[in-house]
């Protein structure tokens, strides 16, 4: 394990309909990052097309190949590595909800595809089958995305032969409209919270949550935003702002962080 902390950028990025609209989104963060000395720039799931109804008609090989060459050629020219969610296609024609890590060279390195699909995602993806841990950036790093992080026995099974010491968790986890909880930390925890804390512990593993801000499909959505980071005992070291896009750049394991609001 490295002992030089490095340092991250979570974004919580304005979501847009388009393909084009999010890669301007993602080269401007990058450019943020880096000039606040960022390592990584962690994006949420399905960065690059946005997740929203109308993925099926962004999600082609043409248009996602042409955007992942954008944002290479963002964080070679940055000096910025970067993770995140977009659509891989399979030989078989098949397309996965995937999460990519590239280097800070613009280099792909790995790619993790969900396998705990909902059912509405199974109507256009396919589930992924391994969870794969890859050298990045000096750690042992592997994907956890959204809710998957409800199947903590699934994981951990996957886990058990491979150290890791920083899961990605990309998410699009928030309140529908309307939504009411028994109680006020109901609300504020949605669950998933304490499942993540316990993943942590479990494998001894920082985990850092990007999560989109807004939800374009159901646009009075809240509790979107409030990205995390964990410590492997478990802790909260830090919670970005509630449904709000922007930057927070921390060094892992500290308490601090930075914040930029980003525009829509």
Same mark, same amino acid.
């Given at each position: ?25 993602? &080269? ?20 690059? !097309? ?6 099926? #008609?962004? =999600?082609?090989? #043409? +248009? ?5 060459? *954008? ?11 970067? =993770? ?9 024609? !098949? ?9 800070? #060279?613009?280099?792909?390195?790995? =790619?993790?595809?969900?396998?705990? $699909?909902?059912?509405?995602?199974? +109507? ?54 309307? !939504? ?33 801000? *807004? #939800? ?14 964990? =410590? ?7 919670? $970005? ?5 922007? &930057?927070? &750049? ?15």
């Amino acid at each position: 394990m490295s002992t030089t902390p490095l340092c991250i950028a979570i974004v919580q990025q304005p979501m847009a309909w388009t393909t084009p609209d999010n890669v301007a989104h993602i &080269v401007a963060a990058l450019t943020l990052a880096a000039g606040q000395g960022a390592d990584i720039a962690v994006f949420p799931e399905l960065a690059l !097309t946005g997740f929203h109804r109308g993925i099926r #008609a962004e =999600a082609v090989p #043409a +248009t996602v190949e042409a955007a992942l060459q *954008q944002v290479r050629a963002a964080c070679s020219a940055q000096g910025i590595a970067c =993770a995140l969610g977009a659509p891989t296609f399979a030989a078989d024609g !098949t397309i996965l909800n995937s999460y990519l890590h590239i280097d800070a #060279a613009g280099e792909i390195v790995s =790619a993790v595809s969900k396998n705990g $699909l909902t059912p509405a995602e199974l +109507t256009f993806f396919a589930p992924g089958t391994d969870r794969p841990v890859m050298r990045f950036e000096g750690r042992n790093c592997t994907t956890v995305m959204c809710r998957e992080i409800d199947d903590l026995e699934s994981v951990a099974v996957q886990l058990q032969a491979d150290p890791v010491d920083l899961i990605f968790w990309p998410s699009m986890v928030g309140n529908p409209p309307g !939504t009411i909880h028994p109680t006020p930390e109901d609300t504020a925890d949605l669950g998933y919270f304490k499942r993540t804390a316990v993943l942590a512990r479990r494998l001894e593993a920082f985990v850092v949550q990007s999560n989109w801000p *807004q #939800a374009l499909n159901t646009p009075d959505s809240t509790y979107l935003g409030e990205s995390k980071a964990y =410590a492997p005992d478990g802790e909260i070291l830090l919670t $970005l702002p509630r449904d709000q896009a922007g &930057v927070g &750049v921390f060094r892992l394991g500290e308490r601090a962080f930075r914040w930029t609001p980003l525009p829509a």
